[in-house]
């Protein structure tokens, strides 16, 4: 019986193939995966936000500045205000959240960098353009930050192999903050950095109640990896999200 279910199943999928029958609904496309990911995603809130001691579900209006708020139950909760860090921001745009960091942690060996086009988003999203939301590069006179100009796609690899280590406890913990928008560049920053994490690295989002951008992509970086975490924080509806890494999951 199973196996003659498979066999329609199967039979049905290749003529719908073959005939190109779909084509004629290519239009729904991108509505149907956001319907899709707006299931997982309200899945995702439930599940978590019973859990998380700093969540400010539900509110009727967001407010941008709440993300500071966040920030700073994690510099105190997590003691990342006087240890060393290494910080990686990926959309620096103006550098607010970078500086907030930046002036936030005192330790003479924490190391910050900032990584951008500074030209703009590459793709679009949303409502904006290709191009929008450029920036010139920050100021910053402190010698602990650095800038990398350039595609992630770019420029990310050859900084991790020049600058960090993937053996367990010989780096200081990482704080990673996603401000990329895009799924194409959220996914590609955490697979990337994925050989990297040591279990207690913090990873924060800036949009991940976006549902077919950061929340798909973090959804499939974690599946795919097998990646355990903790959800730690969450403000503006989830719309900024703090997760903790604990490692790869235990065969089960």
Same mark, same amino acid.
């Given at each position: ?16 193939? *073959?005939? +190109? ?34 969540? @400010? /579900? *539900?509110?009727?209006?967001?407010? *941008?500045?709440? +993300? =500071? $708020?966040? /920030? ?9 205000? @006087? !240890?060393?860090? $290494?910080?990686? =921001? ?25 990584? @951008? ?35 992630? $796609? ?11 280590? !993937? ?15 895009? /799924?194409?560049? !959220?996914?590609?920053?955490?697979? #990337? ?23 798909? #992509?973090? =959804?499939?970086?974690?599946? !795919? ?14 719309? $900024? ?8 999951? #235990?065969?089960?």
């Amino acid at each position: 019986m199973r196996n003659m279910k498979y066999k329609i199943i199967a039979l049905v999928k290749d003529f719908l193939l *073959y005939s +190109r029958l779909l084509l004629l609904f290519g239009w729904a496309q991108h509505m149907l995966r956001f319907a899709a990911n707006l299931i997982g995603l309200s899945k995702w809130v439930q599940r978590h936000s019973a859990r998380i001691a700093y969540n @400010d /579900f *539900y509110l009727g209006k967001r407010d *941008y500045n709440r +993300r =500071e $708020q966040l /920030f700073e139950y994690l510099a105190v909760k997590e003691h990342l205000a @006087d !240890t060393a860090i $290494q910080y990686l =921001e990926f959309g620096v745009m103006s550098g607010n959240s970078f500086n907030w960091w930046l002036d936030r942690n005192s330790h003479p060996d924490s190391r910050f960098w900032g990584f @951008d086009t500074f030209e703009g988003l590459p793709e679009k999203w949303l409502f904006f353009k290709p191009g929008a939301m450029a920036a010139s590069m920050p100021a910053v006179q402190d010698q602990r930050a650095g800038f990398i100009k350039g595609l992630f $796609q770019h420029t990310l690899l050859p900084f991790l192999k020049a600058n960090l280590n !993937t053996a367990a406890g010989a780096a200081p913990r990482k704080v990673i903050h996603m401000d990329a928008d895009l /799924f194409s560049s !959220t996914v590609f920053v955490l697979t #990337a950095m994925a050989p990297y994490l040591q279990p207690g690295d913090m990873i924060l989002f800036d949009e991940f109640n976006v549902p077919n951008h950061e929340y798909a #992509a973090w =959804e499939l970086f974690t599946s !795919t990896y097998y990646i355990a975490y903790e959800v730690l924080g969450a403000v503006n509806n989830f719309y $900024q999200v703090a997760v903790k890494y604990k490692g790869v999951k #235990a065969e089960q």
